[in-house]
């Protein structure tokens, strides 16, 4: 696998060496041993969800603010625009984004540590999105940072209005959020 730094140096691009001939292809989407001679983070993946959005659904900015989780993200089906935001006050980033495709013809996957507030937008007709995650999904510490944030003005490159939940409609502006120190 091949590890690209972005803007924030706690978020990674991971590009995994994929393997294809005309038969199909064959990748390693996590090797934990791999993970941690590269990131220095043995994570402890306790947890795999799978979501499927139609186009043109947005979710996010999520986050948990006990019981944080540091996430491995992919898709699997179609293509979406994957975003984190650094929540952390203290960090030199705070308040920056990074977003990139992600993929099932890219097979790009994004390491987002804790102390990020993370959503995506579906770009094609539907997507399935994997993340695996190294804490296990408590509701009642599950928070919602609002994806329309003037503040930190994420560039989701609409081409119409998005569907959203009521709960992501509900979110806070990092400004009354409740954050991380």
């Keep these: ?8 140096p706690d978020l990674l691009i991971i590009e995994p060496k994929v393997f294809g001939d005309d038969r199909g292809f064959f990748f390693e989407s996590f090797n934990r041993r791999r993970f941690a001679e590269q990131t220095g983070r043995d994570v402890d993946f306790v947890q ?3 979501s499927r959005s139609a186009k043109n659904v947005l979710r996010g900015l999520h986050y948990q603010i006990q019981h944080p989780q540091a996430k491995l993200v992919r898709v699997v089906q179609g293509a979406v625009l994957d975003v984190a935001v650094d929540i952390r006050k203290n960090s030199p980033t705070f308040g920056q984004h990074v977003s990139t495709e992600l993929s099932a013809e890219n097979k790009v996957m994004l390491w987002i540590p804790e102390g990020f507030a993370h959503g995506f937008l579906t770009l094609t007709e539907t997507a399935e999105f994997l993340y695996k995650t190294t804490d296990y999904w408590f ?11 003037p503040t930190i003005a994420v560039n989701w490159k609409l081409k119409a209005a998005p569907l959203v939940s009521v709960k992501d409609v509900q979110g806070k502006s990092l400004g009354t959020a409740e954050l991380f120190t």
Aim: charged share 40%; hydrophobic share 30%.
């Design 139 to 149: 509701p009642e510490h599950e928070r919602c940072i609002r994806w329309d944030d």
């Design 1 to 8: 696998m091949k590890l690209i730094k972005t803007a924030i």
């Design 48 to 50: 795999d969800n799978h």
